[in-house]
């Protein structure tokens, strides 16, 4: 029996955030010291985090960066269509699902500092992934993306910025 995203968000406890609901499965205890970080990092670190998150039509994935690295793993559910604007002006659209002869992979890695948004493929009812993040990621590590400025920033990627985001 397949559950509902509603049945998953109770299960797993998720509360909605940036990437749709999300829960913190695991946190390294081991911290990295801020004198050891690259610039740029205020404060130590723990050494990385995984995140389950749940997207849903209603709740897609909000245009963001983050300064660390991930890895997104695809576990349940319908294929996630992720927009990528790498830091060196160029874009991707990618799909993170099951499909692999669809060229669909069940994982997807996000160099750090590259801004990303993420939406359940039309017609589908929900997406259920982990992130794994090297630095775990906290608030000031994290950057909301301004549609506009990005379109002008990626003029290649102009429609596809605003198809993710409107």
């Known amino acids: 029996m397949a559950l509902s995203a509603s ?23 081991l911290q990295i010291p801020s004198s050891a970080l690259p610039a740029g990092y205020a404060g130590s670190r723990s050494l990385g985090n995984v995140l389950y998150f749940l997207v849903t039509p209603q709740a897609g994935v909000q245009l963001h960066r983050i300064r660390s690295d991930q ?11 992720v927009l990528l604007l790498y830091p060196d002006g ?18 997807l890695f996000i160099p750090g500092g590259t801004f990303h948004c993420a939406r359940v493929r039309r017609g589908g009812e929900y997406a259920l992934l982990g992130t794994s993040v090297w ?32």
């Not at 968000?9 to 205890?29: P, Q, W």
């Not at 799909?95 to 060229?103: I, K």
């Not at 400025?149 to 596809?160: E, F, G, R, T, V």
Request: charged share 25%.
């Open 7 to 29: 049945e998953i968000i109770k299960l797993l406890k998720l509360e909605r955030a940036t990437c749709g609901f999300i829960d913190e499965s695991y946190r390294s205890s």
């Open 71 to 81: 890895m997104y793993h695809h576990y349940l559910g319908d294929p996630l269509e």
């Open 90 to 107: 160029t874009s991707d659209v990618r799909v993170v699902g099951p499909d692999l002869a669809a060229d669909m992979r069940p994982q």
């Open 135 to 166: 630095l775990r990621a906290e608030p000031p590590d994290v950057e909301m993306g301004d549609a506009k400025i990005l379109s002008i920033a990626y003029p290649s990627a102009k429609a596809d910025i605003a198809s993710f985001t409107t």
